[in-house]
């Protein structure tokens, strides 16, 4: 498998898991020192990916309430051998996401070493 698939298949895996609620697939792609980094009114917030994984643990899955989905990969920049950064779209309704996720190759595997995203709230 070449270098971009490998990236994808990641990045599907995160798609997935976030779409079921699947802590433990989320697990498998986020690097145990890894964390969510996002900003609300002015204020950065930084979420270790444990506490983030609590979390998804605790909440009804978008496919179990029946949400839409709909994912879209906007851009993949791998910029060496072991790093990369992808931006993506995705929902749980009623947030929509923008991601930009920074991948690391730690021993063979891509793994999502931060993760900064924004959240649109709609009505």
Known sequence: MDERTA???AVQT?????FEGDA????SVFHPTSA?????????TLLPRD?????VRGRASAKSQ???????????DQSSPTTAFV????????????DYLCF???????QVAQKIFATEVRK
């Open 104 to 110: 690391l190759k730690i021993d063979g595997k891509w």
């Open 7 to 9: 990236i994808e298949a």
């Open 36 to 44: 969510l980094t996002s900003e609300q009114n002015g204020v950065l």
């Open 51 to 55: 506490e983030w994984l609590a979390i």
């Open 87 to 98: 931006k993506l779209k995705c929902q749980l309704p009623p947030r929509y996401f923008t």
């Open 24 to 27: 433990d697939k989320l697990a």
């Open 14 to 18: 995160y798609l997935d898991a976030l």
């Open 66 to 76: 029946g949400l839409e989905r709909r994912d879209e990969i906007l851009q993949i």
